[in-house]
């Protein structure tokens, strides 16, 4: 069974553009959630999508949105990067019922320069 | 607001020996989930262990334990015979078990500690 995917693995991006990254989760998985990663914040909760409803949100600005389709991949976007988005995002599925294992991909590292 | 703890930035153990990771949470919940994640440097995170708040029992997977302390809020991780693979970053991480508010859902959203970077010495 293949796990959560992850793409792009690596991009770099300048302050004021958009970005836009991918989830595809382990099959059979309708929940998948995004985390940043930054060595001063750590890991922070972006948002989770179930059914292709977003049913919790952390605290991030509006900049930092996404969504997710029918076939439970996901997508996250954030515009107007700034210097701070420069991060490891990652991504988790769980089946959804709200007590399985989170599997996470091996994350989009974006730098923003 | 949940906020998990792990005091130790690094620690560093002797191949075969046994090493423990502290966290510690704060929580008003009575029923909640702990779990302790482990990152290589492939960066992908892998489940070490969990537990389940109302089970009174420690969980063990294999060569990894926990202490778990309900009412001290403490949650340690206990590797014996410490092997090299086992040389990565560990979270402590916490999730609730009920929704937090009127129309939103309990989901899979966890919160982090800071992080123990674990040393295994040949």
């Known amino acids: 069974k293949a796990g959560v995917t992850q793409t792009p693995r690596y991009l770099i991006k300048t302050r004021g553009q958009q970005v836009t990254l991918s989830c595809s989760p382990i099959?059979?998985?309708?929940?998948v959630s995004w985390y940043q990663q930054t060595p001063g914040q750590g890991l922070q909760f972006l948002f989770e999508?179930?059914?292709?409803?977003?049913?919790n949100k952390g605290n991030f600005p509006g900049r930092f949105s996404g969504r997710q389709f029918s076939n439970s991949r996901s997508e996250m976007n954030v515009s107007t990067l700034e210097l701070g988005d420069s991060a490891l995002y990652l991504c988790?599925?769980?089946?959804?019922?709200?007590?399985?294992?989170?599997?996470f991909g091996e994350g989009s590292r974006l730098t923003v320069l | 607001a949940q906020t998990v703890t792990q005091s130790q930035p690094e620690m560093s153990v002797q191949e075969a020996e046994t090493v423990t990771l502290s966290c510690t949470y704060d929580?008003?919940?009575?029923?909640?989930?702990l779990f302790w994640y482990k990152q290589p440097p492939s960066r992908q995170m892998i489940l070490v262990i969990r537990?389940?708040?109302?089970?009174?029992q420690n969980a063990t997977e294999n060569r990894f334990s926990v202490n778990f302390q309900k009412a001290a809020k403490s949650f340690s991780l206990k590797i014996s015979d410490s092997q090299l693979g086992d040389a990565a970053m560990y979270f402590c991480?916490?999730?609730?078990?009920?929704?937090?508010?009127?129309?939103?859902?309990?989901?899979?959203?966890?919160?982090f500690g800071e992080g123990t970077q674990l040393t295994v010495n040949p």
């Open positions: 099959s059979g998985h309708r929940s």
């Open positions: 991480a916490y999730r609730r078990s009920r929704p937090p508010s009127k129309g939103e859902t309990s989901g899979s959203r966890l919160t």
């Open positions: 537990q389940e708040a109302y089970k009174q």
């Open positions: 999508y179930f059914s292709e409803t977003q049913r």
């Open positions: 929580t008003s919940e009575s029923d909640y989930y």
């Open positions: 988790a599925s769980t089946p959804g019922g709200g007590t399985g294992e989170l599997f």
